[in-house]
């Protein structure tokens, strides 16, 4: 058996004006080739083998192809995925990130307001009891 599992049982060179090739014939081939065209010639029978026999070669290394194309079409994509995943992760970090300072300068302009009231209210309270101690003091003793 050679290394695509296929034995070969007949040998066949095939010359042409260009070149001299050699190609290995596998036994399903050379049956079917043998029942199929029992009346030709063994030329065209020979020919016919070497085609079938190419035939499969190409198959077999377009098959190979597309399955090394798969698996590297399916790596990018994978890899494309992770990246963009990651790339989302850091978006949301980011997005984290000024949803919280947002949210903390709300609080900080929340807490300005309130200690600003508070300060105005204690300013009136003490501006009122300013008033009423200024107003007991210089009331007339009388009154007292």
Known sequence: MNANNIEPIETTIIESTESIVVVEISSQTDEMVETEMAGETDEVKRETKALIEALKRRAQTEARLAGTLT?????????????????????????????AWVVMQDEAEKNWYLLMKEVVDFSLRLQKATKAAWEAFNAPRSQL
């Open 71 to 99: 698996r590297e079409t399916y790596l990018k994509a994978v890899r494309q995925a992770r990246e963009a995943i990651e790339g989302r992760r850091l978006i949301e970090r980011d997005h984290r990130l000024e949803y």
